[in-house]
């Protein structure tokens, strides 16, 4: 089975511009994390979903980052208008039922650098 | 809200038993502990999780104290190619909006020849 798939795998964009991640979730999971890791703050929980309704978005920045999961099996976070500060590389998490213990299964991330 | 801390590196060599150990002494109460495993430009990776004594599966144990303030990952035996950062994740907080779910910071464990 294929694991969760990310895109892109790198972006590199100028500050102001929008920008948009995406996260294929693996078949039959219930549950989507974001996450943003840099060097000074580690990885950090940004919004989680259970079942496409977000359970837990405190630790989303601020107003210009926003995530949707148009459907089971994907979901996007879109940060409008982009900072420097917000480059970092971001993850996202599926697991299979709306159980925070339950392991996560990651992809490999998006490196976002913003210029 | 309380933090959860590692140790930021650790030496071994190949053939050693590693124990990494997190301290997460405001654990929620129904958490478990999830220890994951990060190689460069990968996503973490799950290794082991467990809610209280002992759990031990193909790649490690973990010991988790009657009180569950700490956590110590155990990994046997280990070669080259366990280099990589290992993380905690654990809720810490009491639930409602002093809920958080929290990684550590990583712990980079070189395995040397």
């Known amino acids: 089975d294929a694991g969760v798939i990310q895109s892109p795998r790198h972006e590199v964009t100028e500050m102001g511009q929008e920008v948009t991640l995406r996260c294929k979730l693996i078949s039959g999971h219930n549950s989507l994390f974001w996450y943003r890791q840099t060097m000074m703050r580690g990885l950090e929980l940004l919004i989680y979903?259970?079942?496409?309704?977000?359970?837990?978005d405190s630790g989303m920045p601020e107003d210009r980052f926003s995530a949707k999961m148009p459907n089971a099996s994907f979901s996007t976070l879109k940060i409008q208008p982009s900072e420097p500060r917000d480059s970092a590389v971001y993850f996202c998490?599926?697991?299979?039922?709306?159980?925070?213990?339950?392991?996560?299964?990651f992809g490999d991330g998006t490196r976002l650098s913003i210029l | 809200l309380a933090k959860t801390t590692q140790p930021i590196s650790m030496d071994s060599y190949e053939g050693q038993e590693v124990n990494i150990t997190c301290s997460h002494n405001?654990?929620?109460?129904?958490?478990?502990i999830t220890w994951y495993q990060q190689f460069p430009s990968q996503g973490p990776r799950f290794i082991i999780q467990?809610?209280?004594t002992k759990v031990t599966n193909e790649v490690a144990s973990l010991f988790i104290p009657a009180d569950r303030k700490s956590s110590t990952l155990s990994l046997p035996r280990v070669s080259l190619s366990d280099t990589a950062v290992y993380y905690c994740l654990v809720g810490v907080g009491s639930g409602g909006s002093n809920y958080k779910l929290t990684f550590g910071k990583g712990t980079l464990l070189t395995v040397n020849p």
């Open positions: 979903f259970n079942n496409n309704v977000p359970i837990d």
């Open positions: 467990g809610y209280k």
């Open positions: 998490a599926s697991s299979f039922t709306p159980d925070r213990n339950q392991p996560q299964h």
């Open positions: 405001n654990i929620a109460t129904n958490d478990y």
